[in-house]
């Protein structure tokens, strides 16, 4: 919504961010036109035809997707794509990990044979899929695969062709997409083929999807996302109308990014049986069926959310005291729902910055979700003990895996020889600088606008944590509302004050140290 504006003062809140993490200014407005070639991706030719042949052949083909955020808009994207062309015989299925582990699975297996399905087409998954893809090879069904996950050289499976950026000696330069990001690429490239453009919706739920997914808001995913914002006032998908309407309004960028982080919410409730999902079909729904979805959709988020606060007491009360440099933690008792394992490693992570795994029973067997930071390799600490477990996958700072009960001590044994190998024992909590320092009076319309420019916020690429010097809550509470979860500011004591500008009236406060002395 807000455009690149003049900034002279090299103290400017933006300048000061800029110079702090070595952002080039001028290269935060780029645009689509910066956009890597998609022919760089590895095997997009292959795919493309395989897709396209189906599309002019009319071929039965289903969409496979995953019941996370990422994975749902990577379905609609698609789904979507071939619906703006034209093509009906498209079908899609969102599995349930409640039902079935990560993956092709028996019940997608049955679901392509009961449909006659000849294509299918995996966004978001599919990678570490070897046996799955095997019958549905057996079932002359062919498999395209699109993913974004780390790969397994030695277990790659037997498809018709495999896009993504993590392949060995693909060529494309920015190897960190979302699902929905290798989605996106995929529909620009037919679209190129077929002189069929992609609208801007599908950018929309693509930034909604890597949001979700925290990919770094970097590179091509910084530049997807703000292509959505610079060009919001010429949205048009029902869907998005549909969720302004229930949504607060949008008045600037922030409020924009704001809306996308709360749709990636939204949508990640919703998982059902036979291969659907209530944000799917909420998304393709008209109507009063739509109002129905939504509110289905409201309901589950409200006790997802109580859930989540629940779980993060537990892991309060599991981590209080804690000391060593990484954490594990096995969920004996059943209080932690196998779907909030890897939002509980992630908050396990945050608190105490190390990598942290979650564990439970589920189905039979033990699921795990891990989580680290920089300086550590989830999915090698698991590579390292691949022979204990029955499948993993992720990405370096986000992986999970099963295992069969009566290989866990074995596996425990061996996780702890690679942290004893691969991990510092230094744990001495890293301090975060700030990135600019104002004063109250610097909290001006231009800083604002300057700081918008940055968006979006995200990993590596942080919201900017700004220092005001010897101030005191009464100064602040003048300027701002200090948003719920704020630090505690001590009535009539000056201090310096760490905050993250949240709007042009709203900050929260991260920190305050009283200064040396009070006036």
Not at 17 to 44: F, H, M, W, Y
Not at 127 to 155: F, M, R, W
Not at 472 to 478: F, I, T, V, Y
Request: net charge negative; proline share 5%.
């Amino acid at each position: 919504m807000v455009g690149a504006h003049p900034d002279s003062d090299p103290n400017s809140l933006l300048r000061q961010i800029c110079r702090k993490r070595g952002i080039d200014q001028d290269g935060l407005s780029v645009g689509l036109e910066t956009l890597p070639d998609e022919a760089l991706l590895a095997n997009i030719n292959s795919v493309a035809q395989r897709i396209s042949r189906a599309m002019f052949a009319n071929e039965p083909t289903v969409i496979f997707g995953h019941d996370d955020p990422d994975g749902i808009t990577s379905t609609y994207v698609m789904y979507q794509f071939f619906n703006s062309c034209g093509y009906q015989r498209h079908n899609y299925f969102i599995p349930n990990r409640n039902l079935e582990p990560h993956g092709i699975q028996e019940g997608f297996v049955r679901f392509v044979r009961e449909g006659g399905y000849k294509l299918v087409i995996t966004v978001d998954n599919g990678i570490s899929s070897y046996g799955g893809v095997e019958k549905l090879n057996a079932l002359d069904c062919e498999v395209v695969i699109t993913d974004h996950h780390l790969v397994q050289p030695e277990t790659l499976p037997n498809a018709y062709a495999i896009l993504n950026p993590q392949l060995p000696g693909c060529q494309y330069p920015f190897k960190p997409l979302a699902g929905v990001g290798v989605a996106l690429m995929l529909a620009r490239w037919l679209g190129r083929s077929l002189e069929h453009q992609v609208p801007l919706s599908s950018y929309f739920w693509t930034a909604v999807g890597s949001i979700a997914d925290k990919v770094p808001m970097t590179g091509v995913n910084r530049t997807i996302v703000r292509h959505v914002i610079n060009h919001w006032d010429d949205m048009n998908d029902p869907s998005v109308d549909f969720l302004m309407r229930n949504h607060k309004r949008i008045e600037n960028d922030m409020d924009v990014f704001n809306f996308m982080q709360y749709t990636s919410r939204l949508i990640a409730n919703g998982r059902e049986s036979g291969g659907q999902h209530t944000a799917m079909r909420f998304l393709l729904q008209m109507g009063d069926a739509k109002a129905e979805l939504f509110q289905a959709m409201e309901a589950k988020q409200k006790k997802w959310e109580g859930e989540l606060n629940r779980v993060f007491n537990i892991l309060d009360s599991v981590t209080a005291g804690f000391s060593s440099n990484a954490f594990i933690y096995f969920d004996d008792e059943g209080v932690i729902p196998y779907p909030l394992l890897g939002t509980g490693a992630t908050y396990v992570l945050g608190k105490l910055g190390i990598p942290a795994i979650l564990l439970k029973q589920h189905n039979g067997d033990i699921v795990c979700e891990g989580r680290c930071g920089e300086g550590f390799n989830m999915v090698e600490a698991f590579a390292s003990c691949k022979e204990h477990l029955k499948q993993f996958g992720g990405h370096a700072k986000a992986a999970g895996f099963t295992l069969e009960p009566h290989n866990y001590d074995a596996f425990l044994e061996c996780y702890n020889h690679y942290l004893a190998g691969n991990l510092s024992h230094n744990t001495e909590p890293i301090q975060e600088e700030p990135d600019a320092c104002l004063t109250l009076d610097q909290f001006t319309s231009d800083n604002w606008r300057g700081l918008e420019l940055l968006l979006p916020f995200g990993q590596q690429h942080p919201e900017p944590r700004i220092l005001v010097e010897n101030v005191r809550l009464e100064e602040l509470q003048k300027l701002f509302m200090l948003e719920h979860g704020s630090v505690s500011l001590p009535l009539g004591q000056a201090g310096n004050t760490l905050l993250h500008w949240r709007s042009p009236k709203q900050v929260r406060v991260l920190s305050f140290e009283p200064a040396d002395s009070t006036a």
